[in-house]
């Protein structure tokens, strides 16, 4: 049955809603031609249970989502399509065409939290060597990658390094994250010897006033993060990465494979300044499928 082989009437009850949804919500034309399809595409399930848009129940929504979970959707697919319900459903109510909404107390499908984007160490070590270090600009950004990798800040917080918030005689930087919560991070030898090179080197190059911001760009001022997202995802193109590389992509890879090797989960927790163990419980997961894949690929009985 084709999406057009829905009952005429339920065709009407449709545009109608369609043009209500343009002129009252001001939705896009993709966004409306989305929910034409999520809603005719349940009008033509309910057609085979002998049932209508008008008279769906709880039950048969209940029914159609078991359908599009096991046939069709995936969790995320399925929560979108409830969402359309929901908002359909509701104007009807208020439109008095029906006495009671069956979308409601129907959870909708757990998505589950997505797994983060990762690189593997071999890949991080070809994005440390791709800017070229004998330009100004390609000092800075080695060394901003160093720091990014050595020490998993978030961009917000490298772009913000101030000189004094780098204490390179005991290796540690201090970070200012989110909700203005203070932390203290090691650095690694590669961070502290490439900002000490950038430094000296790079920095007074690029200073074109006085100021503090350890990072300059190119116009001697404070680095905008997009502007640095540019950077990379430039390093990663060069390098042949066939992923879309960010700062929070190497923020990742930072926290992966400290666990990788066998870090403690709360002092992760602690480097990467979450404030909830839970939010950094996501790299044992992580972790958990690369172990998986691994098997999968090398052992015989994989």
């Known amino acids: ?45 309910l057609q085979t249970q002998d049932a209508s848009l008008l008279g769906a129940t709880r039950t048969e929504l209940l ?12 969790p995320r697919t399925a929560a979108r399509k409830l969402s359309a319900l929901r908002r359909f459903y509701a104007w009807l109510l208020r439109e008095h065409r029906i006495a009671e909404d069956p979308t409601l107390l129907i959870d909708a499908p757990k998505i589950g939290r997505p797994l983060p984007k990762i690189l593997s160490e071999a890949d991080v070590q070809k994005l440390l060597l791709a800017p070229n270090t004998k330009t100004t600009l390609g000092l800075r950004d080695r060394a901003m990658l160093e720091v990014l990798y050595g020490c998993g800040l978030r961009v917000s917080e490298i772009v913000t390094l101030t000189v004094d918030s780098v204490n390179l005689a005991q290796g540690v930087v201090k970070v200012w994250g989110k909700g203005s919560k203070e932390r203290l991070v090691p650095m690694g030898e590669p961070s502290c010897d490439w900002i000490k090179r950038y430094s000296s080197s790079a920095r007074p190059d690029l200073m074109k006033s006085h100021t503090d911001v350890l990072f300059l760009s190119s116009r001697g001022r404070e680095m905008t993060r997009q502007t640095f997202w540019h950077r990379i995802r430039g390093y990663g193109s060069q390098i042949g990465l066939n992923m879309k590389l960010s700062p929070h992509v190497i923020r990742h890879a930072f926290a992966t494979h400290l666990v990788n090797h066998d870090a403690d989960l709360r002092v992760v927790q602690l480097l990467l300044g979450h404030s909830d163990l839970s939010t950094t419980q996501i790299y044992t997961h992580v972790a958990r499928e690369r172990m998986k894949s691994l098997h999968e690929e090398h052992h015989p009985r994989g």
């Not at 949804?21 to 399930?45: H, N, P």
């Not at 989502?65 to 046939?71: D, I, Q, S, V």
């Open 63 to 74: 029914a159609y989502l078991a359908h599009l979970m096991e046939r069709v959707a995936s």
């Open 1 to 45: 049955m084709s999406m057009g082989d829905i009952d005429p009437s339920e065709t009407r009850l449709l545009t109608h809603y369609s043009d209500m949804l343009m002129l009252e919500r001001g939705l896009s034309a993709a966004t409306l031609s989305a929910y034409d399809s999520d809603l005719r595409q349940f009008a033509l399930w």
